[in-house]
Structures are given as C-alpha cells and as structure tokens.
C-alpha cells in the first residue's frame, strides 16, 4: 500500500496569500495518478486536481497542482475566503487507492 | 444531472451489521466503478472497496477484509456497502464516489452526500 504523507498538518494564512501544500508518497505514484480534493465542514470533498496538475472541470486557475514520483504539491496563488478547508491528496496508481491524513488551510 | 443519494443515518450497536445504500441518476450505472469512502469524525478520508456494477467484481481495502461487502443492484441502479461486526471506531460518515468525467475509474468527480453510522451501546 502506498502511503501518502502530507505537510504542514495545518497552515494559517490570510486571505491574498499563497498556500503551498505538500503530498508525500512512500513509493513512487505511477504515472503522476495524483489528484487534490478540498472538503469544508459538513460538506462531501470536490475534486480539484487530477493526473498531478491537471484541474478538474469548474475549478479556478489559483489552484494548481505539480510534481511526480514520490513528491507533490497543491498550491492556491491567492486565498480567496472561500478557500479556507481541508486538502486531500489521493494516489490511484494501484487498484486500492490511498489518501493523505490531510492539511487544513485556516484563516490567521 | 449525476446524483448519488444515500439513505440516512443510522446507530447501531457493537456487533451489529448496516448496510448503507446509494442510489445513482443521470448516468449509466453499469459504466463506472463504485466506491465508498469512510471518514471518522474529525479524521481523514478512507478508501473502503468498490464494486464494478456491470460484472460484481469487488476490491476492498485490506484492513477490512472479511467485515466489508459491496454490491450493485443494477435494477435499481443502486449500491450498497455492507459492514459487519461494528465496533465503537466505525462510527464515522461513509461515502459513496465515483469517477464519470475522470480519466481514470480510481479517483472521484461525484460524490454522494455522506450517511453518519454511530455505534453506541
């Protein structure tokens, strides 16, 4: 099973900034089957990024995704306040998919 | 319109089986994987299993091997996950998910909107 690890567990911005979430895997991801998912409270998790950096349908240009391999990164350019929620990565390289623990992205 | 719709909460107690359902429209349901997803209160998302509703075929995570079972009823255009020998850690949201746009049948562009089990003596 491929472990995903990701970091800071919480990041406290303000709106205007730039966040920088990382995806760690324990093995390499096959062919970059990464993608990024935004959950807030209450709500099911939306699908944001998929194949490492490509943005899913519907999804703003501030958000966007890169890496391969075992490392990745989600990045928002400018928080909009909408934006403050939990980030998921997901590898699907295998048939039993694997999530991060998560990051939350809170307003300083 | 892609919906998924889930039936609704229920509590169980320890030892107890649920069986959760999720019903599917605007799509062919026979064309995509199904998968579930768990979320214990205040953690992270878990990848459960998924059933591929043309053939029955099935894929569960390990860790729930032998307490996990998913099916598709393609009558109804209906999955269901059933989870057995409940204990206090399986209180949690559990999700239904699927891929219709995505290049692959192993991540999510729809999901369900969730159904709480709580396991309470």
């Known amino acids: 099973e491929i472990v995903l690890t990701q970091s800071p567990g919480t990041l406290s911005l303000s709106p205007g900034e730039r966040a920088t979430l990382s995806c760690r895997a324990s093995?390499?991801?096959?062919?970059?089957?990464l993608a990024w998912y935004q959950q807030k409270p209450g709500q099911a998790p939306r699908l944001l990024i998929y194949?490492?950096?490509s943005r899913a349908t519907g999804i703003p240009d501030r958000f966007s995704g890169s890496g391969s391999g075992t490392d990745f990164t989600l990045t928002i350019s400018r928080l909009e306040p909408q934006d403050f929620a939990v980030y998921y990565c997901?590898?699907?390289?295998?048939?039993?998919?694997?999530f991060g623990q998560g990051t939350k992205v809170e307003i300083k | 319109e892609v919906q998924l719709v889930q039936s609704g909460a229920e509590v169980k107690k320890p030892g107890a089986t649920v069986k959760i359902s999720c019903k599917i429209s605007g799509y062919t349901f026979t064309d995509y994987y199904m998968h579930w997803v768990q979320q214990a209160p205040g953690k992270g998302l878990g990848w459960m299993g998924l059933?591929?509703?043309?053939?029955?075929?099935?894929i569960y995570a390990e860790n729930l091997q032998g307490r996990v079972t998913i099916t598709a009823d393609t009558s109804t255009d209906t999955a269901y996950m059933e989870l057995s020998s409940l204990r206090s850690e399986d209180t949690a949201v559990y999700y239904c998910?699927?891929?219709?746009?995505?290049?692959?049948?192993?991540?999510?562009?729809?999901w369900g909107q969730g159904t709480l089990v709580t396991v309470s003596s």
């Open positions: 997901q590898q699907y390289g295998s048939s039993r998919p694997t």
């Open positions: 059933v591929d509703p043309e053939d029955g075929e099935t």
């Open positions: 093995q390499s991801v096959s062919s970059s089957y």
């Open positions: 194949g490492a950096s």
């Open positions: 998910a699927t891929g219709i746009l995505s290049t692959s049948p192993y991540y999510f562009d729809y």
